[in-house]
Each structure stands twice: as C-alpha cells, then as structure tokens.
C-alpha cells in the first residue's frame, strides 16, 4: 500500500472520528439542556402520564422525586430522532433548536452520518440509503474538510442559540455561555 493510500484512508477517519464526537458532543447536550431546565423549573415535566405510587413513595423528598423524574424524562427523549426531539422541546417547552425545517433535516443528516459511521463503519447500509436516496448502496461516505467543519460549525451555533434561548427563557444561571463562544466563532468577537 503507498503512503499517499494510507494517508488518505486515516484522513476520512480523521473526520469521521470528528463527526462522530462532535455529534456525541450535540446529543448529549441536548440531553444535559433538558436535564437542567426540568430541575429549573419542574413544572414543565407535567403531562398526562402516571407514575406508580409506589415510585412516588419511594422517595423520602419532593427534591428526589424530581431528580429521578427528570432523569426518566430525559432517557425517553434521548431514543428519539432529532426531528420529534426539536419537535418536543419546542411544543413543551417553547423553545426552538432549530429556525427551520432545513436546520432540522440538516442536523438530521449529520446525524444520519454519525450513526453509520458508528453503526456500520461508514458504509452506506439499506437503513441509511432508503433516508438518503442519492447514496450508493455498500460505498464508504466521504467527507470534505470544509464540509465537515462547516456541518461542525453548525452544531455548535446551533448548541449556542440553544444555550442563549434557554437561559433567557427558563432564568438558568450562566457564567461563560456557548453564546459568547457563538459570537467568537461566528466572527462577532476577536479573541477569546
């Protein structure tokens, strides 16, 4: 094998180790997002579902009811696909991740790519090319360097508005948010 094929090969795990991390980064975000707001304002995990009493009774305060209830809340929601996940936040909680449905499909598909490259080591499977028609069933997905920081960028300015909109929404406490490192990447700050 030359050097030039080697080479080229650890550069798409290079950036697929990039996507796969910074999407881990984003979901698991959204997960701590929601974990915060509902121990912030516990009113809004009211709903029409039941818990057994014997839940309820098992607590020895209302302070770890809701911790525990937070934490059922949040892993329900992290098996869910970005779109019902935006979708959710947004009609509970009033709160858009998203501007718009091409962000939604956008972060869906890098999401999509995160997971074959997890799942499937990148090759394109049934699952992945019936969502993404215009792929080639058993080719490896490529990845651009502009591409793939400009797909990371936009997470993270996504994390960013996220951020901002939840602690002016819910009152959350923050110290150095995401905002000011969003303005920092997006151009509006010169240093750190």
Do not use: W
């Not at 910074?22 to 516990?42: E, K």
């Not at 901002?164 to 997006?186: D, N, P, S, W």
């Amino acid at each position: 094998m030359s050097a030039l094929v080697r080479h080229t090969r650890l550069f798409y795990l290079e950036e697929e180790l990039r996507i796969a991390r910074s999407v881990d980064n984003f979901l698991a975000f959204i997960s701590d997002l929601l974990a915060v707001i509902y121990r912030n304002c516990p009113e809004a995990l009211k709903s029409s579902e039941s818990i057994k009493l014997e839940v309820v009774l098992s607590h020895s305060s209302m302070e770890t009811l809701i911790q525990e209830l937070v934490e059922r809340r949040v892993n329900q929601l992290s098996y869910q696909g970005v779109r019902e996940l935006a979708g959710y936040i947004e009609d509970r909680l009033g709160l858009k991740l998203f501007a718009n449905s091409e962000e939604i499909e956008r972060a869906a598909e890098i999401i999509d790519a995160r997971n074959l490259i997890v799942h499937n080591r990148g090759v394109v499977n049934r699952l992945y090319q019936e969502k993404h028609p215009a792929s080639k069933l058993g080719s490896r997905l490529r990845f651009s360097v502009e591409k793939t920081f400009s797909d990371l960028e936009f997470l993270f300015l996504t994390v960013c508005n996220a951020d901002k909109c939840a602690i002016q929404k819910f009152g959350l406490e923050a110290t150095r948010t995401f905002t000011e490192l969003g303005e920092i990447v997006a151009g509006e700050k010169s240093t750190l």
